[in-house]
């Protein structure tokens, strides 16, 4: 059974200088291989075929056999490396941190060591008795976040 690295050489070798990035590769039971790629203009079908076909030609079915899916870390795909994060600056996401704070709002920055979230929240206007929505920023480090997904709203 190919290792988690094995596949990732093999994969980014084909990507190679592409705007393809590897979100996450995974070695399952009965060797089933997943991985999941994407790129800042997203991904499509033909794109994950043409990657799969190549990656299969470099594994030997002959040594043993396998099941290979590559397919594109879409909508809501939780954001594994900093390739997702780029990508969805300026975009809606939500943010789940490790002490249990959920907060939604538009991604403004990314630096590989936290995020900035511009969200809305309720508070008290000196004179008025009703709570005003007001945007703020929230800065997030990267190693408070438990998870964070891209937020797609239909209209």
């Keep these: 059974m190919k290792t988690v690295e094995e596949i990732k050489t093999i994969t980014e ?15 399952l039971k009965n060797n089933i291989i997943e991985i999941f790629i994407d790129s800042p203009k997203g991904i499509n079908i033909d794109t994950c075929s043409r990657i ?6 470099c594994l030997d079915r ?7 899916t590559v397919s594109s870390a879409g909508i809501g795909y939780p954001f594994k490396v900093a390739g997702q994060y780029q990508k969805n600056i300026g ?10 704070l959920r907060a939604e709002g538009i991604l403004k920055a990314y630096d590989g060591e ?5 969200c809305e929240e309720k508070r008290p206007v000196e004179g008025k008795k009703k709570k005003e ?4 920023e929230k800065t997030i480090l990267l190693s408070d976040i438990k998870e ?3 937020i797609v709203e239909i209209k």
């Design 52 to 57: 799969s076909r190549q990656i299969e030609a």
């Design 62 to 68: 002959e040594d043993e056999d396998f099941e290979l």
């Design 148 to 150: 964070i997904k891209d």
């Design 91 to 100: 975009n809606k996401v939500v943010v789940k941190t490790v002490d249990t």
């Design 133 to 136: 929505t007001v945007k703020v």
């Design 13 to 27: 070798g084909i990507i190679g200088d592409s705007e393809l990035f590897v979100v996450e590769i995974k070695v």
């Design 114 to 118: 936290k995020i900035i979230l511009e």
